[in-house]
T-cell receptor, first 112, second 112 residues
Protein backbone atom coordinates (compact mmCIF):
# COMPACT_ATOMS: atom_id res chain seq x y z
CA UNK A 1 0.00 0.00 0.00
CA UNK A 2 1.12 3.54 -0.64
CA UNK A 3 1.06 6.45 1.79
CA UNK A 4 1.73 10.03 0.80
CA UNK A 5 2.67 12.82 3.19
CA UNK A 6 2.51 16.49 2.31
CA UNK A 7 3.56 18.46 5.36
CA UNK A 8 2.93 21.97 4.05
CA UNK A 9 -0.74 22.91 4.29
CA UNK A 10 -0.02 26.29 2.68
CA UNK A 11 2.83 28.02 0.89
CA UNK A 12 3.32 31.60 -0.23
CA UNK A 13 5.58 32.75 -3.03
CA UNK A 14 6.10 35.96 -4.93
CA UNK A 15 5.55 36.08 -8.62
CA UNK A 16 8.60 35.07 -10.69
CA UNK A 17 10.25 33.26 -7.79
CA UNK A 18 10.73 29.51 -7.50
CA UNK A 19 8.92 27.38 -4.95
CA UNK A 20 9.32 23.80 -3.73
CA UNK A 21 6.36 21.74 -2.57
CA UNK A 22 7.33 18.80 -0.40
CA UNK A 23 6.14 15.22 -0.75
CA UNK A 24 7.31 12.06 0.92
CA UNK A 25 5.95 8.63 0.18
CA UNK A 26 5.95 5.20 1.67
CA UNK A 27 5.43 2.12 -0.43
CA UNK A 28 6.30 -1.54 -0.30
CA UNK A 29 6.19 -1.87 -4.08
CA UNK A 30 9.45 -2.24 -5.98
CA UNK A 31 8.02 -0.45 -8.98
CA UNK A 32 5.85 2.62 -8.58
CA UNK A 33 4.99 5.94 -10.13
CA UNK A 34 4.89 9.40 -8.60
CA UNK A 35 2.57 12.13 -9.82
CA UNK A 36 1.72 15.74 -9.15
CA UNK A 37 -1.69 17.22 -9.87
CA UNK A 38 -2.93 20.80 -9.67
CA UNK A 39 -6.44 21.70 -8.60
CA UNK A 40 -7.42 25.34 -9.25
CA UNK A 41 -10.39 26.92 -7.52
CA UNK A 42 -12.61 25.74 -10.37
CA UNK A 43 -12.15 22.21 -9.04
CA UNK A 44 -10.78 20.19 -11.95
CA UNK A 45 -7.73 17.97 -11.50
CA UNK A 46 -4.86 18.81 -13.86
CA UNK A 47 -1.94 16.42 -14.36
CA UNK A 48 1.43 18.16 -14.09
CA UNK A 49 4.29 15.67 -14.02
CA UNK A 50 5.20 12.00 -13.61
CA UNK A 51 8.29 10.19 -12.30
CA UNK A 52 8.79 6.45 -12.55
CA UNK A 53 10.63 4.73 -9.73
CA UNK A 54 13.26 3.40 -12.13
CA UNK A 55 13.81 6.70 -13.92
CA UNK A 56 17.30 7.90 -13.13
CA UNK A 57 16.77 11.46 -14.26
CA UNK A 58 14.40 13.89 -12.59
CA UNK A 59 11.29 14.56 -14.63
CA UNK A 60 10.73 18.02 -16.07
CA UNK A 61 7.72 19.55 -17.83
CA UNK A 62 8.14 23.19 -18.72
CA UNK A 63 8.32 25.18 -15.46
CA UNK A 64 7.69 22.05 -13.38
CA UNK A 65 10.37 19.66 -12.24
CA UNK A 66 10.21 16.76 -9.85
CA UNK A 67 13.11 16.43 -7.43
CA UNK A 68 13.19 12.66 -6.94
CA UNK A 69 15.32 11.31 -4.11
CA UNK A 70 14.62 7.61 -3.96
CA UNK A 71 16.65 6.82 -0.86
CA UNK A 72 14.83 9.54 1.06
CA UNK A 73 11.48 8.56 -0.51
CA UNK A 74 10.81 12.12 -1.48
CA UNK A 75 9.30 13.54 -4.66
CA UNK A 76 9.24 17.30 -4.30
CA UNK A 77 7.69 19.52 -6.95
CA UNK A 78 9.67 22.57 -8.00
CA UNK A 79 7.85 25.36 -9.81
CA UNK A 80 10.19 27.87 -11.37
CA UNK A 81 9.24 31.46 -12.21
CA UNK A 82 5.89 31.34 -10.39
CA UNK A 83 2.90 32.97 -12.06
CA UNK A 84 -0.34 34.25 -10.56
CA UNK A 85 -2.16 31.41 -12.31
CA UNK A 86 -0.15 28.90 -10.28
CA UNK A 87 -2.26 29.71 -7.21
CA UNK A 88 -4.05 26.43 -6.54
CA UNK A 89 -4.03 23.23 -4.51
CA UNK A 90 -1.26 20.80 -5.40
CA UNK A 91 -1.51 17.08 -4.75
CA UNK A 92 1.23 14.50 -4.75
CA UNK A 93 0.21 10.93 -5.59
CA UNK A 94 1.79 7.51 -5.85
CA UNK A 95 0.74 4.40 -7.70
CA UNK A 96 1.72 0.83 -7.24
CA UNK A 97 0.51 -1.79 -9.67
CA UNK A 98 -3.14 -1.16 -8.87
CA UNK A 99 -3.91 1.76 -6.57
CA UNK A 100 -3.18 5.44 -7.02
CA UNK A 101 -3.38 7.31 -3.71
CA UNK A 102 -3.06 10.99 -2.91
CA UNK A 103 -1.67 13.21 -0.20
CA UNK A 104 -3.69 15.87 1.57
CA UNK A 105 -2.38 18.64 -0.64
CA UNK A 106 -0.60 21.98 -0.36
CA UNK A 107 -2.33 25.27 -1.10
CA UNK A 108 -0.01 27.59 -3.01
CA UNK A 109 -0.67 31.32 -3.14
CA UNK A 110 1.33 33.43 -5.57
CA UNK A 111 1.40 37.14 -4.80
CA UNK A 112 2.20 39.95 -7.26
CA UNK B 1 -13.04 11.97 -27.15
CA UNK B 2 -15.25 13.06 -24.27
CA UNK B 3 -12.71 11.72 -21.76
CA UNK B 4 -14.18 10.89 -18.36
CA UNK B 5 -17.77 11.99 -17.85
CA UNK B 6 -19.73 12.04 -14.60
CA UNK B 7 -23.40 12.56 -13.93
CA UNK B 8 -24.97 14.29 -12.17
CA UNK B 9 -22.88 17.39 -11.47
CA UNK B 10 -24.83 18.21 -8.32
CA UNK B 11 -27.13 16.13 -6.13
CA UNK B 12 -28.97 16.63 -2.88
CA UNK B 13 -30.16 13.55 -1.00
CA UNK B 14 -32.01 12.98 2.20
CA UNK B 15 -30.53 10.68 4.83
CA UNK B 16 -31.34 7.07 4.02
CA UNK B 17 -31.92 7.56 0.30
CA UNK B 18 -29.91 5.59 -2.22
CA UNK B 19 -28.52 6.70 -5.54
CA UNK B 20 -25.98 5.89 -8.22
CA UNK B 21 -23.27 8.22 -9.44
CA UNK B 22 -22.50 7.50 -13.07
CA UNK B 23 -19.03 7.46 -14.59
CA UNK B 24 -18.04 6.65 -18.15
CA UNK B 25 -14.85 6.91 -20.18
CA UNK B 26 -14.27 6.54 -23.90
CA UNK B 27 -10.50 6.04 -23.87
CA UNK B 28 -10.58 2.24 -23.47
CA UNK B 29 -8.76 2.53 -20.14
CA UNK B 30 -8.53 -0.60 -18.04
CA UNK B 31 -8.14 1.14 -14.68
CA UNK B 32 -10.96 3.19 -13.13
CA UNK B 33 -11.29 4.65 -9.65
CA UNK B 34 -13.63 6.60 -7.43
CA UNK B 35 -12.38 9.22 -4.96
CA UNK B 36 -14.05 11.51 -2.51
CA UNK B 37 -12.64 14.91 -1.63
CA UNK B 38 -13.42 16.52 1.69
CA UNK B 39 -11.94 19.84 2.84
CA UNK B 40 -8.45 19.29 4.27
CA UNK B 41 -8.51 15.56 3.50
CA UNK B 42 -7.22 15.46 -0.04
CA UNK B 43 -8.61 12.75 -2.31
CA UNK B 44 -9.37 9.44 -0.67
CA UNK B 45 -9.79 6.29 -2.71
CA UNK B 46 -13.19 4.62 -2.33
CA UNK B 47 -13.11 1.74 -4.83
CA UNK B 48 -11.12 0.91 -7.90
CA UNK B 49 -11.17 -1.49 -10.82
CA UNK B 50 -8.35 -2.89 -12.94
CA UNK B 51 -10.64 -4.24 -15.65
CA UNK B 52 -14.18 -5.31 -16.45
CA UNK B 53 -15.45 -7.67 -13.78
CA UNK B 54 -12.66 -6.80 -11.31
CA UNK B 55 -13.14 -4.36 -8.44
CA UNK B 56 -11.50 -3.81 -5.09
CA UNK B 57 -11.79 -1.60 -2.04
CA UNK B 58 -9.76 1.53 -1.45
CA UNK B 59 -9.21 3.50 1.74
CA UNK B 60 -12.84 4.44 2.53
CA UNK B 61 -15.20 1.84 0.97
CA UNK B 62 -17.90 1.64 3.65
CA UNK B 63 -21.33 2.73 2.47
CA UNK B 64 -20.47 2.41 -1.22
CA UNK B 65 -20.77 -0.34 -3.83
CA UNK B 66 -19.31 -0.57 -7.30
CA UNK B 67 -19.47 -2.92 -10.25
CA UNK B 68 -17.69 -2.96 -13.60
CA UNK B 69 -19.63 -4.82 -16.23
CA UNK B 70 -18.03 -2.99 -19.16
CA UNK B 71 -14.70 -1.30 -19.78
CA UNK B 72 -16.44 2.05 -20.26
CA UNK B 73 -18.66 2.33 -17.19
CA UNK B 74 -17.94 2.33 -13.46
CA UNK B 75 -20.98 3.42 -11.42
CA UNK B 76 -20.77 4.17 -7.69
CA UNK B 77 -23.79 3.27 -5.58
CA UNK B 78 -24.60 4.87 -2.26
CA UNK B 79 -26.64 2.32 -0.39
CA UNK B 80 -28.20 4.48 2.35
CA UNK B 81 -26.94 8.05 2.26
CA UNK B 82 -25.59 9.63 5.44
CA UNK B 83 -24.55 13.26 6.12
CA UNK B 84 -20.94 12.01 6.42
CA UNK B 85 -21.07 11.20 2.71
CA UNK B 86 -21.47 14.87 1.81
CA UNK B 87 -18.46 15.41 -0.41
CA UNK B 88 -17.19 15.96 -3.93
CA UNK B 89 -16.82 12.69 -5.81
CA UNK B 90 -14.31 12.24 -8.60
CA UNK B 91 -14.16 9.38 -11.05
CA UNK B 92 -10.87 8.75 -12.82
CA UNK B 93 -9.40 6.39 -15.38
CA UNK B 94 -5.95 5.45 -16.69
CA UNK B 95 -4.58 3.00 -19.22
CA UNK B 96 -2.41 1.01 -16.80
CA UNK B 97 -1.01 0.91 -13.30
CA UNK B 98 1.78 3.44 -13.79
CA UNK B 99 0.08 5.81 -16.20
CA UNK B 100 -1.30 9.32 -15.84
CA UNK B 101 -4.81 9.34 -14.43
CA UNK B 102 -7.57 11.31 -16.14
CA UNK B 103 -10.28 12.81 -13.96
CA UNK B 104 -13.92 13.56 -14.50
CA UNK B 105 -15.32 16.96 -13.53
CA UNK B 106 -16.69 15.73 -10.20
CA UNK B 107 -20.10 15.38 -8.56
CA UNK B 108 -20.94 17.58 -5.60
CA UNK B 109 -23.18 15.56 -3.27
CA UNK B 110 -25.00 16.96 -0.25
CA UNK B 111 -26.81 14.68 2.17
CA UNK B 112 -29.24 16.41 4.54
Amino acid sequence: AQKITQTQPGMFVQEKEAVTLDCTYDTSDQSYGLFWYKQPSSGEMIFLIYQGSYDEQNATEGRYSLNFQKARKSANLVISASQLGDSAMYFCAASGFQKLVFGTGTRLLVSP
Amino acid sequence: NAGVTQTPKFQVLKTGQSMTLQCAQDMNHEYMSWYRQDPGMGLRLIHYSVGAGITDQGEVPNGYNVSRSTTEDFPLRLLSAAPSQTSVYFCASRPGGYDEQYFGPGTRLTVT
